[in-house]
């Protein structure tokens, strides 16, 4: 038997390209029982961080979300794996059904298209126990609509056999001796394999490659592409995560990798690091004395653990040697997107907590499962947003945490040229002016001894994201997001993406609104050397060029005075976004990413991280195809080296 009480649960954020909020439930005696996901910004997501329990309970908010909980590179599947899906379900039914107002909701109204990953080409998933027919791994999708949503799945209709039974609608895989159960549909009938709502893979890679002078990474499995950096020699860094062996053995779920590239595309070396959990990499800095990476793990790659998901901070020679790695963290949950340096060889770093990282956090101490009407919302524990500062040894030289008791992150951190730093995310305070609405953007500006110098606050009633940071020579400040509102211009039809300037006082200079009908989010920002502002993220419609199919990345150019130059659309017939920009000093731009496609060269399995360079001048795409390097296929305890 199992009692709940109030330290039975762990509550933390974790990030995919979003954000996701995890809580574990167990019994008296410590044993995990479930553990819930929820996507937890109220955005088109991409979910493909699998959580790590047996039985997983993962919801998505507002958003064309695609939901994916399976690890296709995951060694050890002979294992209870029971996911249980929701879409739109929070966002449409539990605030009504407690009586709590989403401030954001009624002027937001959409019909929202989610797409449930079953399969890829390679492979069906959840058939690992054909004995038991299916009933030890399968998906449970709880509010799957015929109207909108996708279930996505390897093969052909012909593999494929549904059941229909009093509850609902069973899917089978049949291409073994004894059907083997795949997804279960409650309160969903007369289905028909033919119809358009199953996304069917077949089994053959992708056709392509669409642009032969990018780079695509992968293996079998999942291998995303998040941070990119570049040195004044015009190397190339890049890293993300991988559930596979990306060059090296995968020491657990998830391990970070880290690669170093030429202007051409050659690889120079690469590393992949991790633990027995979750390891990635989210940020890369490098200046004249090494390389910084910044990410997170849930197991011990500095030191012992502090709360579950700790922030680690990690310095690499140019030749890809680890000098040191600093772990940090609180009993809580710590995250961390954000790494800068500045021109003293000091390194900052920015972070979001739900414990004391940093001091004591501003949240009042709501209970999650609290729904009485003195809570001023869902009471769900919210984070605070922390800044460190670091020398060139690894020493931390001072930390500062900056938060009310509603939400508060910071994303992403920018240092100019006297030091001051910057740093802003999306809040549900006030603490930075009036609030617009839910959820508003705030950018913060801190000195170099971690001094509060000033807030800027700004959002429509509807849902307003900030999502990265850049100065310019002349000390100027620029932020990225995206909106479902009119935030300086009117909104073309659903999430617009959005760029603005302020001077260093904190005066907005001007602010530039652009979208389509469709899904359009910034996520990365670069100003480079000329002060000309690069930024990227992806559309499913057509905002820089005719839509390849699903998601397309995008990138644009602005001049310091917020006129467009340029803009590129990139893709293939699946989905492909972007997650990162960066400008080098010879007049080249680089844009990392993750696709389902085979944008450069065939896709390898499921999702294959991707990097392209463009001219940072015309926008035109360069050679970055490199070497033709298959990281797959070497032995799993071989070192990849140039």
Known sequence: MSTFNDNAFDL????????????????????LLLEVVDIFTPSSNYNALRAEQEIDFVWGRHGNDSLIDFSSGDAQLNQRQI?????????ENIYELFGLVDEGLESTPRDWQDRFILGDWQQPYYIDDPLLFGLNQFALIADFSLAQDLIQLHG????????ETPLGTALFWQQEIVPNLVALLPGVFDLSLNEEFFQFEGDTPPPGPVIEDALQIGTAGIDLGLALS??????VYVGGWTDSALGESNSGLKDAWLAKFDGNGNQLWSEQFGTSGVDSVWAIANDANGVYVVGNTTGALGKTNQGGRDVYLAKFDREGNQTWLQQFGSAGMDISYGVTTDQNGNIYVSSQTLGDLGGA????????????ESKQSAAVPTTDSVVAKFDSDGEQLWIEKFGTAELDDFYNIAIDRQGNIFAGGPTTSDWGGDHAGLYDSWLVKVDNNGQLDWIEQFGTPAYDFL?????????????T????????????GSYDAWVVKYDSDGNQLWSEQFGTSGDDASVAIEVDLNNNIFLT???????????AGSYDAWVVKYDGDGNQLWEEQLGTANSDYASEINADSLGNLYVIGWTEGSLGELNAGSIDAWVTKLDAETGIVQNFSGDAFNWGSPPLNAKHEV
Do not use: C, K, M
């Open 12 to 31: 933390f954020f974790d990030v995919s390209s979003n954000i996701l909020r995890s809580v574990v439930f167990s019994d008296i005696f410590g044993n």
């Open 83 to 91: 996911d249980i899906f929701f879409g739109d379900f929070v966002d």
């Open 156 to 163: 052909t209709p012909q593999d494929y056999q549904l059941l």
């Open 230 to 235: 570049t040195d004044l020699s015009g190397n």
């Open 361 to 372: 956090n501003n949240n009042t101490g709501q209970n999650f499962l609290d729904f009485t």
């Open 467 to 479: 999502w990265d940071v850049d100065t310019d020579s002349e000390g100027n400040v620029y932020a």
């Open 481 to 492: 997001g995206w909106t479902l509102g009119d935030l300086g211009e009117a909104n073309a």
């Open 537 to 547: 993220g992806h559309t499913d419609s057509d905002l820089g060029g005719a839509n």
